[in-house]
């Protein structure tokens, strides 16, 4: 079986060492608040916060009935892009996507699939609250809750990615701290169109990487796509629920594992993708271990050191980065030493049931809640 590659580093995300306890719900210390320019945004867990496992749902996603010409998005005059890389990635200046109407909105789903990751500068959307990201968000498809993480008291569906001031010793076990992965892959209907932003952090270095998964099929060889037609991965949340309980967090849902095809398509482009990554996913189900192994060990290699196929955003004031989980991997860089805070939040809709074929799009199944030995439920 591939390694387990789910770690965090030391003293970076502690669920409870700074953390006060009021009636069952976990805060960041009243000091750390204090110190805060958005803290209606900082995490809380709440111990009596329960999900059932999610169920099965039909997705359609709305970059299909889009605009191909973006009036809406990206009206002449206003708005100016830029590409990032010549492939993966576009910068948008002069619109704020807080003001768009349906139609805009189902163009700003077409544009992130069709470029893998748009990144809109100078925006508001964090200025109007959580509860607005929210109704935002559920636009684009049923919002995720993230089983294990926290989220801010007003808004249970937002995933907050929160560093402390007083992190230390980041490297003290790691080399280095990079690590690649598609989010909450091991659903049954991971996310699609997903919404990230930076409310506080460094003048420089928390930037986000992000690696573009369909380039990397193009570049196989005819022969090796054709090998990994018919295979199938599986991906698992056990690993990140078993780390939450060792650092004295909260498991919201039980964990899942499902298994989804090792090469999927997109709904909107047609365009195939390597859907694999090295956070989630454990084993290939129709190969023996050594050589599942071997071979996810070369895909992850492909994807995650192939800086060619390559984009990097980084967190300006007012930056909001808006990406395909079907079509990218991506990982955080924690690369400063100082006591800057970095608090940020993802606005998480899911998507459909990976597939193969299109033809299969929306065909029912059933999420798989995992039973085994190293795991025990919560109470």
């Not at 991965?233 to 078993?242: D, I, M, R, T, Y």
Request: glycine share 6%; net charge negative.
């Amino acid at each position: 079986m591939a390694p387990v590659r789910y770690t965090r580093a030391p003293n970076v995300y502690s669920r409870v060492q700074y953390e006060n306890e009021e009636d069952g719900l976990l805060t960041v210390a009243k000091e750390l608040t204090a110190q805060s320019t958005y803290p209606e945004y900082l995490p809380t867990w709440n111990k009596k916060e329960k999900y059932e496992p999610l169920k099965f749902y039909e997705h359609h996603d709305v970059g299909l009935k889009a605009d191909p010409s973006f009036p809406n998005l990206l009206p002449k005059g206003t708005a100016t892009t830029k590409n990032i890389t010549p492939k993966l990635g576009v910068e948008v200046k002069g619109i704020q996507i807080s003001e768009l109407n349906d139609s805009g909105k189902d163009e700003l789903a077409l544009l992130v699939a069709q470029k893998g990751l748009v990144v809109f500068r100078d925006q508001d959307i964090a200025s109007k609250g959580p509860e607005f990201s929210v109704e935002f968000g559920r636009y684009f498809g049923p919002l995720h809750i993230h089983p294990t993480s926290g989220a801010p008291r007003t808004a249970a569906e937002l995933h907050v990615v929160y560093r402390r001031p007083d992190a230390k010793n980041l490297f003290e076990n790691r080399t280095n701290l990079i690590q690649w992965h598609s989010d909450v892959s091991y659903e049954l209907q991971p996310p699609g169109t997903t919404f990230f932003t930076v409310v506080e952090g460094p003048e420089s270095g928390g930037d986000t990487l992000f690696a573009d998964a369909a380039e990397a099929y193009n570049r196989l060889s005819p022969a090796f796509q054709k090998r990994l037609e018919g295979l199938h991965a599986l991906h698992s949340g056990v690993e990140q629920a078993n780390f939450s309980k060792r650092g004295g967090g909260v498991v919201k849902r039980e964990p899942v594992q499902n298994i989804h095809p090792l090469i999927r398509t997109h709904p909107v482009t047609g365009q195939k993708s390597i859907y694999v990554n090295s956070g989630f996913t454990r084993k290939i189900v129709e190969l023996k271990e050594e050589e599942s192994e071997y071979l996810l060990n070369f895909l992850y290699d492909h994807i995650n050191n192939s800086h060619d196929l390559q984009a990097r955003a980084n967190w300006l004031p007012g930056t909001v980065a808006v990406w395909d989980n079907r079509r990218v991997n991506h990982s955080a860089v924690l690369d400063w030493d100082t006591s800057a805070t970095r608090l940020a939040y993802r606005i998480t809709p899911t998507a459909e049931r990976p597939v193969y074929d299109l033809k299969d799009l929306n065909t029912p199944d059933v999420s798989k809640p995992y039973v085994g030995a190293d795991y025990t439920p919560s109470d």
